[in-house]
Antibody
């Protein structure tokens, strides 16, 4: 079955960088778009970024544009999110999710990894 | 503030029906499909409805989606206590070139 496991979260000082990973299994990773979605404590869902199946196209949400890079290694079935110049408002649970057949329906989600940005 | 407008809350008694609206614009709901996600307390979101009105395998047929113009809606029929959750609509926005979520609607079963 489809399994997505995020890692790399933790406490980090404002202004520093962090790289999140999402290990995928149970499906042919290289044929699906992959997304990052985040959720600040007590808040709603915020879409972060998407990368198409072959990495040819990427799109970013407004809050992370210019500070983050989404990438993937299809040989390792792993998705990444490199976040730079972290801000307090980046504190959130970060979920990776698979884009389904149409790439925009997020049909499987990981359990999330918590990023806490401290002053 | 989101480009997709949802009511912050909705409620009903067991067995009742609840309808959640999602209002957008021509650049998102009006020209792309709408997906709905359910997030139970303390858990990751789950895809509930895709392509406006399609249910993934395992989703009860009590849940249904529809879209007309720049608005979409999610209907929950025969409300059950386990339906207490946050519900989010989402769609691609052609102008922003981003995937956008609504603010979410908290459904309570009275």
């Amino acid at each position: 079955q489809v399994h997505l496991v995020e890692s790399g979260g933790g406490v980090v000082q404002a202004g520093r960088s962090l790289r999140l990973s999402c290990a995928a299994s149970g499906f042919t990773f290289s044929t699906y778009a992959m997304h990052w979605v985040r959720q600040a404590p007590g808040k709603g869902l915020e879409w972060v970024a998407v990368i198409l199946y072959d990495g040819s196209n990427v799109f970013y949400g407004n809050s992370v544009q210019g500070r983050s890079t989404i990438s993937r290694d299809n040989s390792k079935n792993t998705l990444y999110l490199q976040m730079n110049s972290l801000r307090y408002e980046d504190t959130a649970i970060y979920y990776c999710a698979r884009g389904g057949g149409g790439w925009l329906e997020l049909d499987y989600w990981g359990q999330g990894t918590l990023v806490t940005v401290s002053a | 503030q989101s480009v997709l407008t949802q009511p912050p809350s909705a409620s009903g008694t067991p067995g009742q029906s609840v309808i959640i609206s999602c209002s957008g614009s021509n650049s998102n709901v009006g020209s792309n499909t709408v997906n709905w996600y359910q997030q139970l307390p303390g858990t990751a979101p789950k895809l509930l409805i895709y392509y406006n009105n399609q249910r993934p395998s395992g989703v009860p047929d009590r849940f249904s989606g529809s879209k007309s113009g720049t608005s979409a809606s999610l209907a929950i029929g025969g409300l059950q206590s386990e339906d207490e959750a946050d519900y989010y609509c989402a769609s691609w926005d052609d102008s922003l070139k981003r995937y956008v979520f609504g603010i979410g609607t908290k459904v309570s079963v009275l």
